[in-house]
């Protein structure tokens, strides 16, 4: 009898990503952190212009993207790799860098998505608790540390209870990382934090450390694929190496040059997140439900043992949002009508 090929058993006990409950059948998408903006016309005829030469081969490396990206930053070409999402890049790197018999060290809860890729390199995941007031416990994390240690991710704002670091904070944890171990910076809600880092002297200081941004969130392009790494050429080199020729297709790839020089329409998005943002966590604290400082585009309500039973409500109203079960319910920001029905449930939930 024959048998079919097996799949490494780390890849075959692989958990699954979670499907937000409702996402297809509501009216307003608030659970997959995506921008509530369409894209702009500027962006809209890029991509018409490049989809009509669909019939070639984009350029090898993203060339063109990472020239704009490097120039804003101050950094050189070497140091950024563009790719089909930051999540992509996020994935060559923990491939490139860690592997059988090293530890990854976490903050949990944080991105579903780590645990995932830390099994596909065949690492083990450290996960270290948030601490009281849901942030990254840098003491706890820097004590997770041992010989095994290949790398520590970071990621700010935290997905999903959108706390950051400060910045003394940031450098604490940064600067407690022996240099051989890889830093992974998830920045992919940067933009909508008022405080942001200067990523070129970051990585100088620390090459050992690698900054992840994407296009998704603020540039408002999660259905095209498009993100980047900055980092010291050094470290980024095995990343370069690791990645698929033409990883970057062509419309993204023009698509996000374009919304990169659209600045307006980006400072579009992050004034409407960052004000309804502000609003809806206002309001849930007139209810009495307090809320962790949110820095993303999306608020994280820490409901505990009944997150379901507030998902269900808020989608009976007509708004998908993403329930982790036993902790805490997140809600993407955005759309002032669907925070409205949010903030139904939640008073139809707190009177229960
Ligand atoms: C923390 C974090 N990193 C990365 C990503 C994925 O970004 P991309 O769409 O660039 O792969 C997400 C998406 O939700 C995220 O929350």
Not at 62 to 76: F, M, P, Q, W, Y
Not at 124 to 144: G, Y
Request: charged share 20%; proline share 6%.
């Amino acid at each position: 009898m024959t048998s079919l090929p097996a799949a490494r058993p780390r890849i075959a006990a692989l958990p699954t990503y979670s499907r937000a409950a409702g996402a297809e059948a509501v009216r307003w998408r608030a659970s997959s952190n995506e921008s509530t903006v369409p894209p702009s016309p500027a962006i809209l005829e890029a991509i018409a212009r490049t989809g009509a030469r669909a019939h070639l081969y984009p350029t090898l490396t993203g060339d063109d993207l990472v020239t704009a990206i490097r120039g804003r930053l101050g950094v050189s070409d070497e140091q950024v790799v563009v790719g089909g999402g930051s999540l992509a890049l996020l994935q060559l790197a923990l491939t490139a860098y860690t592997g059988p018999g090293t530890e990854v060290v976490l903050a949990w809860r944080s991105y579903e998505a780590y645990p995932i890729l830390i099994g596909i390199a065949d690492a083990e995941a450290v996960r270290v608790p948030l601490d009281a007031d849901h942030r990254h416990d840098v003491e706890a994390m820097l004590a997770a540390i041992t010989p095994r240690t290949s790398a520590v991710i970071v990621c700010d704002p935290n997905n999903p209870t959108g706390t950051t670091l400060a910045p003394d904070r940031l450098r604490t944890v940064i600067e407690g990382v022996p240099e051989h171990v890889l830093v992974l910076l998830d920045q992919a809600y940067q933009e909508f934090d008022e405080n942001s880092i200067d990523v070129a002297d970051l990585v100088h200081r620390h090459p050992n450390v690698l900054v992840f941004r994407t296009f998704s969130k603020a540039y408002g392009l999660a259905g095209l694929r498009a993100g980047y790494v900055v980092g010291s050429e050094e470290t980024l080199r095995a990343v370069r190496a690791s990645a698929p020729p033409f990883g970057l297709n062509a419309i993204a790839e023009a698509a996000a040059l374009a919304a990169w020089s659209d600045e307006a329409h980006t400072a579009e998005i992050v004034r409407s997140v960052t004000a309804s943002r502000e609003a809806f966590r206002a309001g849930l604290a007139g209810l009495g439900l307090a809320t962790p400082d949110a820095r993303g585009n999306f608020v994280w309500l820490p409901v505990g043992e009944r997150a379901v039973d507030l998902e269900e409500l808020c989608v009976a109203r007509g708004v998908s949002v993403r329930a982790f079960p036993g902790e805490g319910v997140r809600v993407t920001v955005g759309n002032l009508e669907a925070e409205a029905e949010v903030l139904a449930a939640v008073m139809e939930f707190l009177a229960r």
